[in-house]
């Protein structure tokens, strides 16, 4: 093999490991990048910011791309109990947050009380850029204990 074949084999390795490291569109990957940054007292407004990447725990820790919402300046994610990312951090979890790229050390704290705010000013936040998504949202009481919704606390 020349030094120009070896190079290029290299280069597409390389590739392929950030292809599937790197999380993408609804694919997890395994970095989060960004600058490490102390939690600030207060979050900025995130109204304009759609998506965040999550670094979840694991063997493997998981990287995934997901909407984000602010109520009373505290954020707020909620997934499905059947997804990757909800499972591995269930009933809380040190988590990473990606936002605007700072990196934040967290606490994934799950919530119970005041669900219905928090899911509304999720279907209030996203509606006008994904309203069939939001259009399939259970209420509450169809929804049972299918979704968990955290609030993301300084550690």
Do not use: C, H
Not at 29 to 35: E, K, R, S
Request: no cysteine; aromatic share 10%.
């Amino acid at each position: 093999m020349t030094k120009r074949n070896g190079l290029i084999a290299f280069v597409a390795v390389i590739l392929v490991i950030l292809v599937f490291a790197t999380p993408i569109g609804p694919m997890p990957g395994f970095f989060i990048g960004g600058q490490p940054t102390p939690v600030p007292k207060a979050w900025p407004d995130t109204a304009e910011v759609d998506e965040i990447l999550l670094k979840v725990p694991g063997t493997l820790p998981r990287v995934v791309i997901i909407w984000v919402v602010q109520v009373d300046s505290a954020l707020y994610v909620v997934g499905s109990r059947s997804s990757g990312w909800v499972q591995r951090i269930a009933d809380g979890a040190n988590v990473e947050m990606r936002l605007s790229g700072n990196t934040y050390a967290l606490a994934a704290v799950p919530i119970k009380q005041e669900l219905e705010r928090v899911v509304n000013a999720y279907k209030n936040k996203y509606r006008a850029d994904y309203p069939d998504i939001v259009a399939g949202f259970p209420t509450l009481e169809e929804a049972g204990d299918q979704f968990g919704v955290y609030r993301l606390d300084a550690r």
